[in-house]
């Protein structure tokens, strides 16, 4: 590394980082997807197969598999996780006073 480079700590949330709009909303988008292709990928599904079960073409499959935010709604998403019998739970809480703002968070659950 040259004595010029300068090197920034990130936010968490690489949107917020670069400046996207609504960057919470987009990182939530991003860790659904990046969730409902690993659930593929441990299924061993091929993207023919994966079309078959989640009623999209393969194309939008590949669409999918390759982080394309732009193609996919969040409630698409949940329809997509709901059709590889995952539950979606929706929880909504008022903000409390150590949070600044109210935000929108994603949370994982460990499967059995």
Do not use: W
């Given at each position: ?18 400046g ?21 990928r ?71």
């Amino acid at each position: 590394m040259s004595a010029k480079e300068k090197i920034e700590r990130g936010s968490g949330n690489v949107f917020a980082d670069i400046g996207v709009a609504y960057p919470e909303r987009v990182q939530a988008r991003a860790q659904i997807m990046s969730r409902i292709a690993e659930i593929i990928r441990d299924r061993k599904l091929t993207q023919q197969k994966a079309s078959k079960l989640l009623g999209i073409p393969q194309s939008k499959v590949s669409c999918l598999m390759n982080g394309k935010l732009s193609m996919f709604s969040l409630d698409h998403l949940f329809a997509l996780l709901n059709a590889l019998d995952r539950e979606v739970e929706i929880i909504i809480r008022p903000r409390t006073r150590e949070e600044r703002v109210a935000a929108t968070h994603v949370f994982l659950a460990i499967a059995p």
